[in-house]
């Protein structure tokens, strides 16, 4: 079977099919680096792409960490450590997490911590009190929530 070539592109035409790439929804630097070299442009090319879609707006990495953050912390009801990390994961800069973590409404996110704890503790089959403790942290852990966070959460759910 054959390999079916890869369709080069003039710097011209890449610059408009990743207009519609960032247009769609927010995109990285990252992101948008590597579909442009997907294209088979030169390195030179695709940082100058890079600069103007910038310029123009169609790549901001502060907008791509705002939308991030709420979507993983109010869809998915991550922690923010989960969330900090698959930022870092994107190659966003500690500025732009920083803008990004803002968009975290501290009572909200105490309202999902308690929010999976409750379901998980329902669904646990752990009869042992100390395993399924553990079991209890450990799940809201993986999901990103402070160890502090958790604790308090687990008090409250056992008074």
Same mark, same amino acid.
Not at 30 to 40: A, D, F, H, I, M
Not at 47 to 55: C, G, K, P, T, V
Not at 134 to 149: A, I, P, R, V, W
């Given at each position: 079977?054959?390999?079916?070539?890869? !369709? *080069?592109? *003039?710097?011209?035409?890449?610059?408009?099919?990743?207009?519609?790439?960032?247009?769609?929804?927010?995109?990285?630097?990252?992101?948008?680096? *590597?579909?442009?070299?997907?294209?088979? +442009? =030169?390195?030179?090319?695709?940082? =100058?792409?890079?600069?103007? +879609?910038?310029?123009?707006? +169609?790549?901001?990495?502060?907008?791509?960490?705002?939308?991030?953050?709420?979507? /993983?912390? #109010?869809?998915?009801?991550?922690?923010?450590?989960?969330?900090?990390? #698959?930022? !870092?994961?994107?190659?966003?800069?500690?500025?732009?997490?920083?803008?990004?973590? !803002?968009?975290?409404?501290?009572?909200?996110?105490?309202?999902?911590? +308690?929010?999976?704890?409750? !379901?998980?503790?329902?669904?646990? /089959?752990?009869?042992?009190? &100390? *395993?399924?403790?553990? /079991?209890?942290? &450990?799940?809201?852990?993986?999901?990103?929530?402070?160890?502090?966070?958790?604790?308090?959460?687990? /008090?409250?759910?056992?008074?």
């Amino acid at each position: 079977m054959e390999k079916k070539k890869q !369709k *080069t592109y *003039t710097p011209k035409e890449a610059l408009i099919k990743a207009a519609a790439y960032c247009a769609y929804q927010d995109r990285t630097q990252q992101e948008v680096r *590597t579909k442009l070299y997907s294209y088979g +442009l =030169e390195p030179d090319d695709v940082e =100058e792409l890079i600069m103007r +879609l910038s310029q123009e707006k +169609l790549i901001d990495e502060e907008r791509y960490a705002q939308s991030y953050v709420r979507g /993983k912390y #109010g869809l998915k009801r991550w922690g923010r450590r989960k969330i900090m990390q #698959g930022l !870092k994961s994107k190659g966003i800069s500690d500025y732009c997490i920083k803008q990004g973590m !803002k968009e975290i409404d501290p009572e909200l996110y105490e309202q999902n911590l +308690l929010h999976l704890l409750e !379901k998980k503790n329902t669904t646990e /089959k752990e009869k042992n009190p &100390f *395993t399924r403790r553990q /079991k209890l942290s &450990f799940y809201l852990m993986s999901k990103g929530y402070e160890s502090d966070l958790v604790q308090d959460a687990l /008090k409250s759910l056992e008074s």
